[in-house]
């Protein structure tokens, strides 16, 4: 089973690009690289299990200045742009509603890519870091979800990635998984099994 299996609940592409909104079941012990967002806020909202939100200060861009701040269902946390974070869901994993404001086409794509990738069984994880295996994956993704690493290693890998073959790559992917028309009919599914 992928350690983050996501739902896209809202997008940007049918709310006049205010917010996009995903439900997102995290495998026990999920998580993501640090890393920080320039085009949008992020707010966890813990609807069940347990998860950590590990951040630093406002508008402060560094790994060592994150603090963990566990979260009890209900709760909810946001993340400024700019500023460094990570999560981790706990033992038994949980099920988190992300909010991105304004809407984040880009991270809408991605959901779509990673449960495409996931259904042709070509996806498990991106959290541990970037490999040489894995990074032109996780070089795509970060693009679109405005990811940016913070650790050394992560954006050496992702910084000697061929650019042209990233590009093909991004193009692949979308047109494959996350095609606007795919972004909207996923929205559609979703309200409709709600």
Sequence with gaps: MADKIPTLIESGLLNGGKRSVVDSEL?????TFPHFHTLFTENFKLLSGDM?????PEGVKDAAAMKE???KIGE???????TAHTFRAGEEGSRVMVTFEPAAIGFERVILIMRGLQDDAEYKSWGSGTTEENAMLVSVLSE???SHPLLASDSE???KQDKEAHEKFKSELIS???TDDMIKAAVAKAAASA
């Design 69 to 71: 701040i566990p979260m």
């Design 52 to 56: 950590t939100v590990i951040m630093a």
């Design 76 to 82: 909810d946390n946001t993340v400024p742009r700019f």
């Design 176 to 178: 494959k998984y996350a």
């Design 27 to 31: 495998g026990p012990g999920s998580t």
């Design 157 to 159: 890998m992702l910084d």
């Design 144 to 146: 679109l979800t405005d």
